[in-house]
Structure formats: C-alpha cells, structure tokens
C-alpha cells in the first residue's frame, strides 16, 4: 500500500507562530500558557515535557508577580490584560495576528456605535458560544455582543434594530453566507429600514482546506484524519473529509492506529496498490501524522 500524508494538513500561520513564540520564551526560564496552547493533547504533552505550565483563569489571578505568561492564539478579552496587569505579570501576546485584527474591528464598531439612538445597536456574532476566540471577541464589546451558532438561533435578534454581523474566524463560509441570507429575509419581513452590516471575518487559512482535504480525501482509498478530541476546528474537517470519502476516520494518537490495521491489511491483501492518506487539523502537528505514518507502515 502507499501511504501519503497531505501537505496541506497540519498547524496553520497562527498556531505556528504560538507554539514558536512558546518554545523560544522556554529557553529563557518557566513559562505558564493560559488555556492549552493548542487543541492537541499530543502536542500539548509534547511542550509540557520541555516545561510549559498549562494555567486556567483561576491560577492567573494566584500567580506570583513576575511570572511570564503566554497568551495563544486565539486571543484573550481585555479583562485578562487587565488581571495580568494588577498582578504584575508579564504577559507573552502570541495571539495571532488575523484575530486581533477581528478584535480591532469588533472593539471599533462597538465604540463607534454604543450610543447610537435610543436603542443601542446589536454587534452579532457567528460563532461557538464559550470558544476561547469568541470570549476575546465579545470581551471587546463589554460582553454586549451577542453569538449566533445557527440559524435556529436568530430568535435572540430584534430585527427592529441596527445588526452589525461578524464571524469568529473558523467557521464556516455557507453558514455565514447562509446566516446573511436569513437576517436579510426576516429583516424584509418587518419593513426594517436598520442598519445590516456584515463583515465575512473568517480565515481563509481554514476555509480554503476544506476543498483540499476533500480533493486529498477522493485521491485516497481509506483516510485517517489525526486531531485532538478538543477541537472544534477537528470536527468539523473530519466531518468534511467523510463526506467525500466515507472511508475516513478519526484518530488522536498514533496509538489508535492498532483500531484500524485488519481492516487496512483486509483491503491491502485484495488492493496491493491501496492508496492510505493522512491528514489533519489546522491543530494537528506533522510529527503526529509522521508519528501515524510510521506506525501504520510498522503494523502493515
Ligand atoms: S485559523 Fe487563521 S485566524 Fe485562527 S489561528 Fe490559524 S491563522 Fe490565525
């Protein structure tokens, strides 16, 4: 069998330059990473092995002054500069450059139009509710922005009302333009002369790898797709990957490669030209896919 790892899987620019960022403040002394710096146990293990302390919000406000903490790539509210500040810890800012731009935005609309008539306007938007990126998000609007997972949802907006829609930057495409597409009909609906405006703010660093991991995933017979189980990002590209090729399934480790060798041997004894293609996450190390690679060819 052949087995190919694909080259446009694996950490995007953002998490790339976080987990660098990371590494490279180690070699300077102890380091704490507020939230895992990545939504990958494996890597995650791999850079507490050289010694980063993964902290959550309660450590942040018990740590000792001076302590050095990395802020990762999905950036933070304004409320966690502000802890770190009154506690006199030095703040390491690895969020990636693509979201604190969206921040800037939001935080420039927020202020732009908090006074706006009697009725403030709604800052809206489209993302997971509780996601590390979306609570940096709405930090920028004092909380007051209101996020929208679905359609389903739309019940939470005054259509009477001003509507200044963003998109947390991993979703996806469809469902914004599908989002834009409803709030424009029901806004048509109650004769609403209110501001719409909408900002696709999505990465196309994730929104371009959907058609090539399903390209890769039909250029294969069988599909590994290697993320964590944490991760959103993960779910949902391993969701896209099943849908072009049925064949595909999810592994976090190389360890789970045991789970799938009969039925990779079965169909290699009857293919011996069998095509195995491994692929992941924007989360997703290349080592671990290496890691796969290596365990699967050892096992065939
Ligand atoms: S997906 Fe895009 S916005 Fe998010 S961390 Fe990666 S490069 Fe940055």
Redesign the pocket.
């Known amino acids: 069998m052949r087995v190919t790892i694909d080259a446009h899987s694996g950490f995007?620019?953002?998490?790339t330059r976080a987990i660098k960022a990371a590494e490279s403040e180690l070699e300077k002394g102890s380091l704490y990473c507020l939230g895992d710096i990545v939504h990958n146990g494996q890597e995650v293990a791999r850079l507490e092995m050289k010694g980063l302390a993964t902290i959550d919000y309660d450590d942040l406000r018990t740590l000792p002054s001076h302590s050095r903490v990395l802020l990762r790539?999905?950036g933070e509210p304004p409320s966690t500069y502000w802890i770190a500040k009154q506690r006199g810890i030095e703040v390491i800012d690895a969020t990636?450059p693509?979201?604190k731009k969206l921040q800037d935005r939001i935080r420039a609309c927020y202020e732009q139009h908090k006074n706006d008539e009697a009725v403030p306007p709604q800052i809206v938007i489209y993302g997971k509710p509780g996601h590390a990126?979306v609570i940096g998000l709405q930090g920028q609007t004092k909380n007051t922005a209101i996020v929208i997972e679905n359609e389903a949802q739309l019940d939470k907006l005054d259509f009477g009302r001003a509507i200044y829609l963003f998109s947390q930057?991993?979703k996806s495409v469809e469902g914004f333009q599908g989002l834009v597409e409803k709030i424009s009909s029901l806004r048509h609906d109650v004769m609403s002369s209110c501001t719409f405006e909408y900002h696709d703010t999505i990465?196309r660093?994730?929104a371009n790898r959907v058609k090539e991991l399903q390209d890769f995933a039909r250029a294969n017979d069988i599909v590994l797709f290697v993320g964590g189980t944490k991760s959103s990002n993960a779910k949902v590209l391993y969701q896209h990957c099943k849908e072009a090729n049925e064949r595909t399934y999810f592994v976090s480790s190389a360890d789970e490669i045991d789970d799938f060798k009969f039925q990779i041997s079965n169909l290699s004894n009857t293919n011996p030209d069998l095509k195995v293609g491994i692929c992941g996450a924007?989360s997703t190390p290349l080592w671990l896919m290496e890691a796969c690679r290596e365990k699967l060819i050892a096992n065939s």
Do not use: D, K, L, R
């Open positions: 995007c620019f953002g998490v790539a999905h990636c693509v979201v990126e930057t991993t990465c660093s994730v924007t």
